[in-house]
């Protein structure tokens, strides 16, 4: 009977952008589980209350928008806004995945300058100094602490500075033999070869 609710309603009204888009959730969230496809993408009924956006009728279709936040669980600024559509002949409930967009959310990180903040870890590096920002596991490897060396992003964000610091990284200290240990962030001294005697 909750779909049959939501239909009736629908049925009643003009064609165009409906207006009345708390009494549209409550009679849309009961209605939700009744619609073959409702599921998809990890939508749940609850998710949509107060965030239905641009609900439009265009019979026998109901369309409207809604931001999602799963995005935002791993820190990231945006969150996706799908565009639903009911279809109230089939019971059924769609989203186009390839046609969702961005919304921001909060303000970018602000832009790190990596060059200097890389040229003092390559220092420490070089010293074997004591660095904060640096475990010394040996002699001859470090580990870099992330977490002390960049700041709080979102990860996307924190994935691309993390690649460019490593690259900088080798750039400053290939030289003197130093690698980064594949799949950690971990730099290490390679032991230094001896010369063939002629």
């Not at 589980?33 to 439009?56: C, F, H, I, W």
């Amino acid at each position: 009977m909750s779909f049959g609710a939501l239909k009736s309603y629908l049925m009643s009204q003009p064609t165009g952008v409906i207006k009345d888009k708390a009494h549209l959730e409550q009679l849309l969230m009961p209605a939700w589980d009744d619609l073959a496809g409702s599921g998809d993408g990890g939508m749940q009924s609850y998710k949509l209350k107060n965030r239905v956006e641009k609900p439009t009728w265009n019979p026998p279709v109901l369309s409207f928008q809604i931001e999602r936040h799963g995005a935002t669980v791993n820190s990231s600024i945006y969150a996706e806004l799908q565009l639903w559509e009911i279809d109230c002949e089939k019971a059924t409930a769609s989203y186009d995945q390839y046609s969702s967009r961005r919304r921001q959310l909060y303000p970018k990180a602000p832009a790190l300058k990596l060059w200097p903040v890389a040229h003092e870890i390559a220092e420490s590096i070089r010293k074997g100094a004591a660095d904060k920002r640096l475990k010394w596991l040996s002699p001859t490897a470090a580990k870099l602490l992330i977490s002390e060396i960049l700041p709080d992003s979102a990860a996307e964000t924190r994935a691309g500075r993390r690649k460019r610091l490593y690259a900088i990284l080798l750039q400053e200290l290939a030289v003197e033999g130093w690698e980064k240990r594949p799949g950690a962030p971990i730099f290490e001294r390679k032991p230094i070869e001896p010369e063939d005697a002629n």
